[in-house]
């Protein structure tokens, strides 16, 4: 009998330990290799070739917008965790901006900045005069990328996994297919899943005709909190900050594997790919950034990444002048020898990606008055200063002091920037000629929002 007793323990143990086994619990996964993608298949989706066409009508579009995407945490940008070991070889294939900035420190100005090339208080999606802005909308005299695209006939497809760029907010505008879980968002924490809207956008992809062109739009969400992690993924990164910095890395890893299997899956094609974020993170580092975002305009959260990979872009090409989200639509549109008849507040940078001549801005803005904040921001070569405009203070720091830890003390330079910022801001406000466009928020629309943190 007691055998009988050892040998079902036994068995039973076995069981157990191979299914955590075959779930991913007792083994973490291999740092180095990117998760769920055959070395071979990333080869061949950022393959360099000269000879491969980047025009309108012979080139697709993934349009990738990654959500709370801190610079600093990123490998192609110096860090030296194992985070990103797909955007690093997208990275060193394809084209790197290293001085990029976000026009504002959160989703739905920023994104809206992003798609149109417009300044966030020209599209009105921020509000100077009151607290909040969760009930503005992007209206439809702004010309998306998406609606570009379509005039091109191409077939046009987003998916998004933040509430704040839903399709009642105005962003599904020129877009065919409109994806947002939004069944999948809840009050009490965030069901929304990368690998959905990764899987989503390929099969929109299968659907098209071998003679259709594709632009997909893909904002992702798996750094946003509460950050997407896997069991398997626990305990990857360990022994920063416990509470904000290792489950950030953990939840990026993951980021980087489903952008890894988004661009490998369509590899087929000839593809232009554009990586970029609409804010960074506080992640309390250093502790005066805060924890999260939209009340900062430190370089944790508006210096980001910006990446391009198509085969006929010069490999490994950084561009180092001063870039802005505003540039992304006017640029792209360059690259595929698109014209538009939009006004657009961006510069046509595609003269630098191609690697021929170094331009930029010599300066770079940036404005939030997210929740109680009201902050704008001018950056130059050397210099980041931020204006807080309900205490009337104007700090300024050394751009190289990322951290922003000391404040220098140039009164010079401070009253020029200053000057410089005033006269932009004035610029910004005489841009608005009507009145925002508001919705009245649902309920399920207002608990979607809480359930990401954005409501007071
Ligand atoms: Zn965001």
């Known amino acids: 009998m007691k055998n009988l007793w050892r040998a079902v323990f036994a068995l039973v143990s076995v069981t157990i330990v191979g299914s955590l086994w075959s779930v991913g619990v007792i083994l973490p996964p291999d740092p180095e290799s990117i998760a769920g993608v055959a070395p071979e298949a990333v080869g061949a989706a950022l393959r360099s070739d ?5 025009a309108a009508g012979e080139t697709d579009v993934l349009f990738i917008i990654a959500c709370t995407l801190r610079r600093d945490r990123l490998e192609p940008y110096g860090h030296d965790r194992p985070t990103s ?15 990029h900035y976000a026009q504002a420190p959160w989703t739905r100005p920023s994104v809206g900045s992003i ?43 987003s998916a998004t996994g933040n509430p704040n760029i839903k399709e009642v907010f105005g962003f599904q505008q020129g877009v065919e297919q409109f994806v947002e879980p939004a069944g999948e968002w809840r009050a009490d924490g965030i069901e929304s899943d990368d690998e959905e809207l990764v899987d989503a956008t390929l099969d929109f992809a ?13 904002v992702l969400t798996g750094v946003h909190l509460p950050r997407q992690i896997t069991w398997r993924d626990r305990g990857l990164f360990t022994g920063s900050q416990k509470k904000l910095v290792d489950p950030y890395d953990t939840a990026l890893r993951r980021l980087d594997a489903q952008i890894a299997r988004l661009v490998t899956g369509l590899s087929e094609r000839n593809l232009l790919v554009v990586v970029v974020a609409d804010h960074g ?17 430190y370089a944790s959260a508006i210096h980001i990444p910006f990446l391009l990979h198509h085969p006929s872009l010069p490999a490994g090409h950084v561009v180092s002048g001063l870039s802005m989200n505003i540039d992304v639509h006017p640029t792209l549109l360059s690259l595929l020898q698109i014209r538009s008849e939009q006004p657009t507040d961006g510069a046509d940078l595609s003269v630098a990606v191609r690697g021929a001549v170094e331009t930029g801005h010599p300066r770079v803005f940036s404005e939030t008055f997210f ?25 300024l720091y050394a751009r190289s002091d990322a951290g922003a830890h000391t404040p220098l003390p140039s009164a010079e330079v401070r009253s020029q920037l200053g000057a410089v910022l005033t ?5 910004r406000a005489a841009s608005v000629t009507r009145a925002a466009q508001e919705i009245e928020l649902s309920d399920e629309t207002r608990q979607q929002l809480e359930a990401m943190g954005y409501m007071e």
């Open 50 to 54: 000269g000879a491969v066409p980047l």
């Open 85 to 99: 070991p797909f955007l690093d070889r997208l990275s060193a294939s394809g084209v790197r901006f290293d001085n």
């Open 115 to 157: 798609i149109t090339g417009r300044w966030p208080r020209t599209l009105q999606l921020d509000n100077p005069g009151r607290k909040g802005a969760l009930s503005l909308v992007l209206g439809d005299e702004h010309a998306t990328l998406a609606e570009v695209f379509a005039a091109q006939g191409y077939r046009t497809f």
């Open 206 to 218: 299968r659907t098209l005709r071998p003679d259709e062109r594709l632009f997909a739009r893909v």
């Open 281 to 297: 993170e506080g992640l309390k580092l250093p502790t005066h950034h805060g924890a999260g975002h939209g009340n900062y305009l």
């Open 371 to 395: 929740m109680k904040s009201k902050k704008s921001a001018v950056l130059d070569e050397a210099h980041l200063l931020i204006r807080d405009n309900r205490e009337e203070t104007d700090t």
């Open 423 to 427: 006269a932009w801001e004035t610029e």
